[in-house]
């Protein structure tokens, strides 16, 4: 992944964490993460899935919308094509 083009993604996770004065392990914790996916979401080696997204944005206070506020239409929709999915239906 080209960290260069998710760095405000990458960045907003990283601030609104460290606002909140967490750890990535505190983090992962607190959401039931592995905190592993949190330092990889920070370097922008991967992106947060679906739900995970969602979760660190209640979580954060963050509309999931600002953590990719920065992208350009073109490559947002490229991110929501990459983004893995959690079937909800493997959740109930």
Not at 44 to 70: H, R, W
Request: glycine share 4%; proline share 4%; charged share 30%.
């Amino acid at each position: 992944m080209d960290y260069g083009r998710y760095r405000h993604i990458s960045n907003c996770i990283r601030k609104y964490r460290k606002r909140m004065d967490l750890t990535q392990r505190e983090l992962g914790e607190r959401l039931h993460i592995d905190p592993d996916w949190i330092s990889h979401w920070e370097s922008g080696d991967s992106l947060p899935n679906l739900i995970s997204a969602v979760k660190l944005s209640v979580f954060l206070g963050v509309p999931v919308n600002e953590l990719f506020s920065s992208l350009t239409n073109k490559i947002r929709e490229e991110v929501w094509r990459e983004m893995p999915v959690v079937s909800l239906i493997d959740r109930v």
